[in-house]
């Protein structure tokens, strides 16, 4: 994989590759390094026809205790001599889409993409997890929209797609609040859909989806993400033709169909090329 960064690594394990936040002596505060590197690294993964499931996890004690305000100046308000407000504005803007961009860039992704989060999981960091498919955790995990508590209304996603995860309550309850809750509670209210006892574990058991997920037809998940996708800005109505078309043209034409069935015929594992 042609890929490079000093605070994301890539590993591949089959047809699993995982994203590693990997800035651990800052807990894997993200900074202007790691807004570039996520588009970067999903694209490198999505070129490279093994890899069928993305896992994204983070080495050291924490997966992501949110932005480095110190890296970022945040508070400062300062601009170059000479400058206008309006300008420093848009160029506020800018720096903010480009985070907005790399946290989206997950939600695109046409693979599935599985978060395995262990420590805190803070701020910018519920923005990521937010845009994954699916969320497993550890127990020692804990979870905060912590925006709110140091003055800031979340803009990087979480107010977007938490309201797709869980119901209004807890939404406004933990946007509003800023408070932590732990991963016990995380999993009651269906911010994760699982805890493990250790991170160990927990990547573990992410692997182990990801791998039972990877084993499938390829176009066929595929397919399932575009039409979830596909489906949160449709009608019930419209998804419905859309989904048939879609299958018409893809699935039911597809080698990956044709190898299930033969593969059923001769009680053989099917190989799939996602063809």
């Known amino acids: 994989m042609d890929f490079s960064s000093e605070v994301v690594t890539l590993e591949k394990n089959g047809g699993v590759g995982t994203i590693w936040l990997d800035r651990p002596d800052k807990y894997n505060a993200l900074n202007e390094a790691f807004w ?9 993964l999505e070129a490279d026809e093994d890899i069928r499931v993305v896992l994204v996890a ?89 925006e709110t508590r140091i003055g800031l209304v979340a803009d990087v996603g979480t107010l977007q797609r938490l309201p797709k995860i ?34 160990e574990a927990a990547y573990d058991a992410g692997m182990a989806l990801a791998t039972q997920i990877a084993a499938n037809p390829p176009m066929a998940v595929r397919g399932t993400k575009f039409m979830l996708q596909q489906s949160e800005t449709l009608t019930t109505e419209q998804s419905l033709l859309m989904n ?21 015929a001769e009680k053989r594992a099917p190989k799939y090329t996602g063809t």
Do not use: W
Request: with cysteine; glycine share 8%.
């Open 244 to 264: 048939g078309m879609f299958t018409m043209m893809t699935s039911l034409r597809s080698n990956d169909l044709q190898e299930s069935m033969l593969a059923f």
């Open 58 to 146: 983070g080495r050291g004690k924490h997966f992501c205790v949110g932005i480095d305000l110190v890296q970022s100046g945040m508070g400062t308000h300062q601009r170059p001599a000479g400058e206008s407000e309006a300008v420093a504005n848009l160029r506020q803007l800018e720096g903010t889409t480009r985070f907005q961009d790399a946290m989206s860039s997950l939600a695109k992704c046409p693979l599935p993409v599985i978060a395995v989060i262990h420590g805190h999981c803070l701020g910018a960091g519920i923005d990521m997890v937010t845009a994954c498919d699916i969320r497993i955790a550890s127990a020692d995990s804990n979870f905060s929209v912590r």
């Open 36 to 44: 570039l590197a996520i588009p970067k690294a999903l694209s490198a």
């Open 166 to 199: 869980l119901n209004a309550g807890h939404v406004a309850e933990l946007a509003y609040s800023a408070k932590d809750i732990d991963a016990a509670r995380a999993e009651k209210i269906g911010l994760v859909n699982d805890v493990y006892d250790t991170a």
